[in-house]
């Protein structure tokens, strides 16, 4: 299936792109999306978007992953076909 | 406080609305913000804070306004290259509104200083641009129990978060303090007005209670794809500055 991959912020620093089009297998986990960005672009795009072990600053669909109302199964949730997953980096930044 | 005929005039606009109306128009004009740092972000909220009718404004920035700035920075124009821009901006300041009570300190500053001039205030507005500036901000802030409102600007993205000392996560629970600082970030200059706008917005729902605010949370726009998340940020229990408070 396919999905589309954007990079927020200073993770655009080490992805040197806006965004990645993937094509997954069906049934794919965030979880899993997250080792495969991790195997494209190294530890830190991820790790910078898992700050504490509670709390993850991606979305799915434009909506906050850590809202359980909509992800009750949070880095476990299955991404669907034509899903835009966001990964936002750390806080940062001169103003 | 009572607001003159003038005043009444001047803030119509915003005073019709009900969920504002006399009552948030005098809880403005009797605050005091001090705003730390006018560049692409603080010169924005200095601008509307102004425009609201925030009674007194403290303008701190050790800068002078140079070419570089002016596609951003929109409260300065070509005849104030050179000119020290806190100066520079509080008479702008003083242009919209010459009943607004403006301090000006165009210095650097340390944590000593920082302290002082945040003493006696409602709230502060952390526009800096340098981490250990901004990170003294955050540590006088929660020395003293004042609520502070960061603003981050750089590239096609910025965001904002309200601290609550005792409340809510403090920036150095969270901010990533490996992030290179460049003396020149490339920005567009929405970004930085965009997010200059949203710290004015916020700080005028803070000191007037009206509407909903969310504290410990990242506002983060994206303005490349055009996306808007608000995103948890926890307190880190082992904080060396409040995990205590």
Not at chain 2, 31 to 52: E, K, N, P, R
């Amino acid at each position: 299936m396919h999905i589309t991959v954007r990079y927020y912020g200073r993770l655009t620093h080490v992805t040197m792109k806006h965004r990645d089009e993937m094509i997954v297998d069906e049934g794919l986990t965030l979880r899993q999306l997250n080792d495969i960005v991790t195997s494209r672009y190294g530890k830190d795009p991820v790790n910078w978007c898992l700050p504490r072990p509670n709390v993850a600053w991606i979305s799915i669909n434009r909506e906050d992953i850590n809202d359980k109302n909509i992800f009750p199964d949070w880095l476990d949730t299955e991404l669907k076909e034509g899903d835009v997953v966001g990964y936002i980096g750390p806080v940062s930044g001169p103003a | 406080m009572n607001l003159s005929r003038q005043e009444m005039e001047r803030w119509q606009r915003q005073i019709a609305l009900p969920e504002f109306g006399i009552k948030g128009q005098k809880r403005l004009k009797s605050s005091t913000v001090v705003i730390f740092g006018v560049g692409g972000v603080g010169s924005a909220t200095a601008l509307y804070l102004a425009g609201a009718g925030v009674g007194k404004l403290s303008i701190v920035d050790r800068d002078v306004v140079s070419l570089s700035n002016l596609h951003r920075q929109l409260i300065y124009q070509n005849q104030d290259i050179g000119q020290a821009k806190a100066r520079v901006a509080g008479a702008r300041l003083l242009a919209i509104d010459p009943s607004i009570n403006i301090d000006i300190v165009d210095k650097s500053v340390d944590l000593s200083d920082i302290r002082r001039i945040v003493q006696g205030s409602n709230l502060v507005i952390d526009a800096f641009d340098k981490i250990d500036s901004r990170l003294a901000v955050n540590q006088a802030c929660v020395e003293e129990r004042l609520a502070v409102i960061h603003g981050f600007a750089q590239e096609f993205s910025g965001e904002a978060c309200l601290v609550e000392p005792g409340k809510t996560a403090c920036l150095e629970c969270f901010l990533d303090r490996s992030t290179y600082e460049p003396e020149a970030t490339p920005i567009l200059n929405i970004s930085a007005g965009i997010i200059g706008i949203h710290l004015a917005n916020m700080a005028i729902k803070y000191l007037t209670g009206y509407g909903e605010l969310l504290a410990g949370y990242r506002y983060f726009w994206d303005f490349y794809f055009d996306q808007f998340l608000t995103l948890p940020l926890l307190r880190n229990p082992d904080c060396v500055i409040c995990k205590h408070v």
